[in-house]
């Protein structure tokens, strides 16, 4: 087949041309300068690792959406990163192996080989922060607080916060003695919140009346006053699934005093990232995307395969996506200058003092075509008696 | 009834809004143009928080999976398809009812190496043989199954029956069941959180209108 397009890029690969690329940067420097103001320390893990490091939470999923290629050196699969949350805790696992508790930000681009959802990415720029070391309701709400203050500085206007807790599903499939299968089945079906296929599936596994009834409920489990219908549906659903509730009254109400403008929406079917998450999850919704924009939770078994399971909660989302949707004034940069070609000294000092100054000045070359507005400029450096003055386009 | 925010419903011409017409109407809502009629693809109702979005039946998945309706009518067979991603489905509308079943000529064999099969369905299709440990060659089509058996491009079909007669009239015959089919409510998930009030009266009214 003839490849007349080449100029056409590959399916879900996007690129940003000026001065789109030169915001998008700016964002991404705010926003890690103030995860730097936090304390999060940035991390750069490669673009490029083995797959058993990739793949740490078994999850069918994230193998399937990871571009893999043969190590010519070695002859074992490599994977580009489909997610830096696994890079991130080896580095806290392994390398940085610290028993304070370690905070670390990244923003790098990761592959899908299929996107997550239809004209997605497949290229997003992931951008999070991780908290390691401290297994407590302050984490959650330390990292829900720079979740949201992330939502603001990309100029999202309206969002939503939906939380929900894994331990909930988890504790009652052990307690109602699912297997694997059974498990899956009835973890598909809640994230349908299929109400009718839970009955049959609990039909069909021949759960007790009250565990069936548990699962149900955990179906219809959501909204803002989620947690007081299910202390009354799951009550009988023992200490660590009332425990898991009254996690998430806390966080909700810590999030309430920093946020009051906040009402968080709770969602007890709702089970992302099961397989690795272990306590609170979250996520961050605005209304023209109908999609999750900004995702993340607890999950303190991670460490493990690294040697080490930490206690662990972060957010990440994608910065792309945040940039396009969010609504940011502009930040007042001055105009560029013009200046001629220099042939004295005088100019070439006066330039690099200004440039110092960080001011952009562009020299005009000789016999170019295009005047100073075609390249951007908004002022010039002219000769006036003697002196080079910053003046405006004559 | 009465909603605070807007609400989209997806719906497909046809037979899925004849039979939903009816439940919506218990709960007060009804179109103001005739989608036979008219050729807009929004159609107000008599509620002015309410607007019906007309899509063919395979799209209506997507749509509310985008957030471009934030709610929708949608089949069993069309939803398994899809895959369903990024949809709540809490309620079976118990509408628009048939089978996906496996067809052929009369007294066709279901085994068989590598039969091909001709269909619409291509995941439930592959999903049903090798559930059974059969591997088959699936020929995706778009339409008129019945005749893929019959100019020897398949050697059997797998199709919804509602009667059978389409199946007998071309000398076929239904030969396996694969699943019962009916059209859910499906919501989007952003629009689930964000307008959960109004969703939540519409769901819990829908299903009262279903049952009751």
């Known amino acids: 087949m003839a490849i007349d397009h080449h100029w056409l890029l590959p399916e879900g690969i996007d690129e940003l041309p000026p001065p789109r690329a030169a915001e998008l940067e700016g964002l991404r420097r705010r926003l890690l300068d103030m995860y730097e103001g936090w304390g999060y320390d940035l991390i750069l893990p490669p673009f490029l690792e083995y797959m058993e490091a990739l793949l740490v939470s078994g999850g069918d999923d994230l193998a399937l959406r990871t571009f893999k290629v043969t190590d010519l050196i070695t002859g074992r699969t490599l994977g580009v990163r489909a997610d830096i949350t696994p890079q991130a805790a080896r580095i806290d696992a392994h390398k940085l192996n610290r028993e304070a508790p370690a905070r670390l930000c990244y923003c790098g681009t990761v592959l899908h080989t299929q996107p997550e959802n239809p004209a997605a990415s497949r290229a997003p720029l992931q951008v999070g922060a991780e908290l390691y070391g401290h297994d407590g309701i302050e984490s959650e709400l330390e990292i829900l607080d720079l979740l949201v203050r992330t939502l603001d500085l990309c100029g999202v206007e309206e969002y939503y916060l939906d939380l929900g807790h894994v331990g909930i599903f988890r504790n009652l499939s052990r307690q109602a003695g699912l297997d694997e299968q059974g498990e899956q089945a009835l973890f598909e079906a809640l994230q349908r919140k299929a109400t009718s296929e839970i009955q049959e599936i609990v039909a069909e596994l021949k759960l007790s009346p009250e565990h069936g009834a548990m699962f149900v409920a955990l179906a219809e489990l959501s909204g803002d006053d989620a947690l007081e219908r299910a202390e009354q549906l799951l009550s009988g659903a023992g200490d660590e699934v009332l425990t898991a509730l009254g996690e998430l009254r806390q966080v909700a109400q810590g999030l309430k005093e920093r946020f009051p403008a906040i009402a968080p929406h709770f969602d007890l079917a709702e089970l992302r990232g099961y397989h690795y998450h272990t306590g609170i999850v979250f996520a961050g919704f605005v209304p023209e995307l109908g999609q999750e924009v900004m995702r993340g939770g607890r999950y303190n078994e991670y460490g493990r395969s690294f040697g080490r399971a930490r206690p662990a909660v972060g957010f990440s989302g994608d910065l792309r996506t945040l940039f396009r949707i969010g609504k940011r004034g502009d930040i007042g940069t001055k105009p560029a200058i013009f200046a001629p070609w220099p042939e004295e000294k005088a100019l070439v000092d006066q330039v690099a003092q200004l440039r110092g100054e960080g001011r952009r000045v562009i020299f005009a070359l000789p016999g170019q075509s295009g005047d100073a507005r075609e390249q951007g400029c908004g002022e010039e450096l002219r000769k006036e008696a003697g002196e080079w003055k910053i003046l405006p386009l004559s | ?212």
């Not at chain 2, 899809?82 to 496996?102: K, N, S």
């Not at chain 2, 995706?140 to 007669?165: F, Q, T």
């Open chain 2, 1 to 212: 009834m009465k909603f605070e925010t807007s609400l989209k419903i997806a719906l497909s011409k046809g037979r899925i809004f004849k039979d939903t017409l009816p439940l919506l109407a218990r709960l007060g809502i009804e179109p103001v143009d005739d989608p036979e009629k008219s050729r807009k693809l929004i159609l107000d109702t008599n509620l002015e928080q309410v607007k019906f979005v007309m899509i063919r039946a395979t799209d209506v998945p997507t749509y509310v999976q985008w957030g471009a309706a934030d709610i929708g009518v949608a089949g069993k067979d069309v939803l398994v398809e899809h895959g369903g991603e990024g949809l709540y489905q809490p309620l079976d509308l118990r509408i628009a009812r048939c089978r996906l079943m496996v067809a052929g000529p009369a007294g066709a064999s279901l085994q068989g190496d590598r039969l091909r099969i001709a269909t619409k369905y291509v995941k439930a299709a592959r999903a049903h043989f090798a559930a059974k440990g059969q591997q088959v060659e699936i020929i995706k089509l778009y339409g008129s199954m019945e005749l893929a058996p019959l100019v020897g491009l398949s050697d059997l079909i797998v199709d919804l029956v509602e009667s059978g007669n389409t199946l007998k009239a071309n000398g076929l015959e239904p030969l396996e069941h694969i699943d019962d089919i009916s059209s859910r409510l499906i919501f989007n998930k952003a629009a689930w959180k964000m307008k959960h009030a109004d969703i939540t009266r519409f769901l819990a009214a829908m299903r009262e209108a279903v049952e009751g």
